[in-house]
């Protein structure tokens, strides 16, 4: 009898069968995008200065990181909420590293919220352990829904598997929403009293867009011996393409044991965070005043940014998700499903291709982030939007107006010119009432 999508192997398969179609010649179906959304930005001059310095270092970083990444991590969670030791601590290069490691040394079998990180499902597939997608509730994404969680591991051990980690994100990629602590709080005890162990993506929890109108607890905070935390430090802190993460370990003989098998699949994978990274990394997380600067400047420009992509994206008849965090949201077009088929759109790769082709710009499908392949949704990021020079992002950071540049109104122009013109024909083909 076959197996349908949402037994032990049927979501693994569907995953890995929608994304053969999508993945370059001569990679298998572990390798595919897209990369976490970039801020667009220009390197903050203080922090090139501190990679710089550290360019002529020749020693090699300790596995798991040297003592001044690990005392600043320790420094960066005391900072919120979450006191922490630095025989508790791992820096990784990424944050895809130290989960591989994660689900490596925990083993079993893996739950992700539906949808989900796109750099989630494909390392515990690199591994051989089948991954098992969960319905989120309607307000928020990032975070599964207590009842089919439950529902979901039942299934799973009824038949024969072995659930042990939930990786789950409070500021979620791609919907770019926080969950409210009520629905974390419920579905962490669902997860306590199933045994799993929690792995926080807490990568955006610095881009939060109302931070003062804005709760955003930690499961850490909740569960203080059952969840590990990983924050990749291109959310807020880094350039994407200066790769670090850290990663925060329960207290007690738990975490202490996680800690040591994390650190030994790192020696193993040779992954250690290059030297001048890793200076780079202590100072950001250090947070010095021209980092929170930075930071807090391009929290509120994308914020700007994001809320005129999601009036577009609403005045076109489309749905999504108010955007609270990130540089992303995620949009829902089946409302245009008749004007984007008359282009032959009709599944979320056929619409990946079809926009960012008309946008000039990424714009990834719901597939890529576990979503079914049939739902016409995709992520935009806004970082695109800011122009195509550093003179003009950087304008951006320092003008009062920023979606009033001549470039950035014409990106948005032309995006909202994309989606009107679906508007207008999925009005102009709806059949008499």
């Known amino acids: 009898m076959a197996r349908a999508p949402g ?33 667009g930005l220009p390197v903050l001059p203080e922090l090139a200065d501190v990679l710089t310095a550290a360019a002529y270092r020749t020693a090699a970083q300790p596995i798991g990181g040297g003592p001044g990444v690990l005392d600043a991590a320790c420094g960066y969670w005391s900072r919120r909420g979450l006191p922490t030791e630095a025989s508790h601590v791992a820096a990784g290069p990424g944050a895809p590293s130290l989960l591989l490691a994660l689900t490596a040394a925990l083993g079993g079998d893996v739950l992700v919220p539906r949808p989900c990180a ?8 690199l591994l051989g352990r089948p991954v098992f997608h969960v319905p ?20 799973v051990r009824a038949e024969g598997g072995d659930p042990r980690l939930l990786v789950l994100s409070v500021a979620d990629d791609p919907t770019a929403t926080v969950a409210p602590p009520e629905a974390l709080h419920e579905t962490v005890e669902a997860a306590q009293g199933e045994g799993l162990h929690l792995v926080s993506d807490e990568t955006w929890r610095d881009t939060l867009h109302a931070p003062h109108d804005t709760v955003l607890l930690s499961p850490a905070e909740m569960l203080s011996d059952r969840v590990t935390v990983v924050t990749d430090l291109a959310g807020a802190l880094l350039p994407p393409g200066w790769p670090a993460a850290v990663a925060r370990f329960p207290q007690g003989a738990e975490g202490e044991g996680l800690h040591a098998r994390v650190l030994d ?68 077009l089946d409302e245009l499903r008749s004007a984007l088929g008359a282009h032959g ?67 948005l122009i032309s995006l909202r010119s994309v989606l009107d013109d679906l508007r207008d024909d999925a009005q102009r083909w709806e059949p008499p009432r």
Do not use: K, N
Not at 266 to 289: C, F, I, K, S
Not at 355 to 365: D, E, I, S, V
């Open 265 to 332: 699949v790192l020696t193993a994978m040779g992954a250690t965070v290059a030297g001048p990274v890793a200076a780079a990394a202590g100072y950001a997380l250090d947070e010095p005043r021209p980092v929170t600067v930075r930071r807090d400047s391009a929290v509120r420009l994308h914020a700007r940014v994001a809320a005129a992509v999601h009036a577009a994206v609403v005045a076109a008849g489309a749905l999504s998700r108010p955007p609270q965090a990130g540089r992303h949201l995620y949009v829902d």
């Open 345 to 411: 759109v009709g599944d979320a790769q056929e619409l990946e291709d079809f926009l960012t082709a008309r946008l000039g710009m990424p714009a990834p499908g719901g597939h890529r982030f576990g979503d079914d392949l049939g739902a016409l949704r995709v992520r935009l990021s806004t970082g695109p939007l800011l122009g195509g020079t550093d003179e003009e992002r950087t304008e951006c950071l320092t003008s009062p107006s920023p979606l009033e540049l001549p470039h950035v109104q014409r990106a």
């Open 7 to 39: 037994t032990r192997h049927g979501i693994t398969d569907c995953v890995e069968a929608d994304m053969r179609r999508t993945d370059p010649e001569g990679h298998g179906p572990v390798r595919y995008g897209p990369s976490l959304p970039g801020d």
């Open 136 to 155: 989120t509730p309607a307000e928020s994404g990032g975070v599964p829904d207590p009842y089919a969680l439950l529902e979901t591991v039942r299934r």
């Open 118 to 125: 796109a750099w989630w499902a494909p390392y515990a597939r």
